[in-house]
């Protein structure tokens, strides 16, 4: 069974060749309307559950158009709306949900959620977040970084305050793809040090650097995230807030990193919290590129999962 779960789990040639093939199949449509089949249409009679036990725009809406554009069809369900979110055990959802679809993406809360859903489920897993890491997204933020630059292998990536999430399959990433990474926020929102090993074993040079300016010298990737995500506390926001104010990505902090270097915000964003409007929109930014990157590369992940 070939689930997705995290980008240390799966294979680099694996993952190289669904980045490949995540640019063919854009290339191949670019033009049409988004609601236009792919010629191939891989996903001709299967059904895919999309489970969201925390909100979503880009995830929810970039996997239902892109199995729609394969020629599947989707189910969105809500955590709260299913016997799953009353007492029924995710063993006992997993077999059930096997019995009707051929795909499961879900968003949650634990990893464990994700992790028993793939022992239990006969069909593949896709991880579209948990509390500890997000996939996905950086699938689609490689796709958009060799859009732009070319190999990314070599290059330095700095993430810029809350080590979450996020910021752990961008670890994962640098282990898989060869690229090295400086964090650069607070020490009590470091990443986890099991991400920070795992990248380091691999061959990449992972640093902490408390100085934001002297983090981003030579960058040639500038990373932020939300100060507080789906899993934090509201009550953490203002402490947080307090403790990353320093790590704002600006046009200042940008101008000691390479003059070409791009930035990349995984969205949804509090803008001049963690970023500058001046940033987000200016020359440098991609993010839109990797909201869009998003449909292009979750279509590969599901037909690797698939094997189609
Ligand atoms: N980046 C991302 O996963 O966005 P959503 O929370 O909108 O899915
Ligand atoms: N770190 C954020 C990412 C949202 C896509 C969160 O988990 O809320």
Redesign the pocket.
């Known amino acids: 069974m070939k689930h997705f779960l995290d980008i240390h789990k799966t294979d680099p040639d694996d993952l190289r060749r669904m980045i490949d093939d995540a640019g063919r199949m854009k290339q191949a449509r670019l033009g049409r309307p988004r609601g236009a089949p792919d010629d191939d249409l891989p996903l001709a009679d299967r059904v895919v559950a999309l489970i969201f036990e925390k ?6 809406v970039s996997f239902d158009v892109g199995v729609r554009q394969m020629g599947g069809q989707t189910m969105a369900l809500s955590g709260s709306d299913m016997q799953l979110g009353h007492g029924e055990t995710i063993a006992d959802t997993a077999r059930v949900l096997s019995r009707y679809v051929d795909l499961i993406m879900i ?1 949650t809360f634990d990893e464990t959620v994700l992790t028993e859903m793939a022992d239990y489920a006969d069909v593949p897993v896709i991880n579209g ?1 948990t509390d500890r890491t ?1 996939p ?2 950086i699938m689609a933020d490689i796709m958009t970084y060799e859009e732009h630059r070319g190999p990314i292998a070599g290059k330095k990536v700095v993430w810029t305050g809350d080590g979450n999430n996020v910021c752990a399959s961008f670890l994962h990433a640098a282990g898989q793809f060869g690229f090295d990474m400086t964090f650069t926020g607070p020490a009590q929102l470091d990443p986890e040090r099991e991400f920070i090993e795992l990248a380091r074993s691999k061959g990449s040079r992972i640093e902490i650097e408390r100085n934001a300016e002297k983090a981003v010298q030579g960058a040639d990737l500038v990373v932020a995230d939300t100060w507080v995500s789906m899993h934090d506390g509201q009550s953490s926001r203002e402490r947080r807030h307090n403790m990353l104010r320093p790590y704002q990505v600006n046009a200042h902090l940008m101008s000691h990193a390479k003059p070409d270097a791009l930035f990349m915000h ?3 964003a509090h803008r001049e919290e963690e970023a500058t409007s001046e940033i987000m929109d200016g020359p440098n930014s991609v993010i839109f590129d990797e ?1 869009e990157n ?1 449909l292009h590369a979750q279509k590969a992940i599901m037909r690797w999962c698939l094997g189609l």
Do not use: D, G, K, V
């Open positions: 909100p979503s725009t880009r995830t929810r968003r977040l997000h996905c997204q995984c969205l949804p909201a998003r």
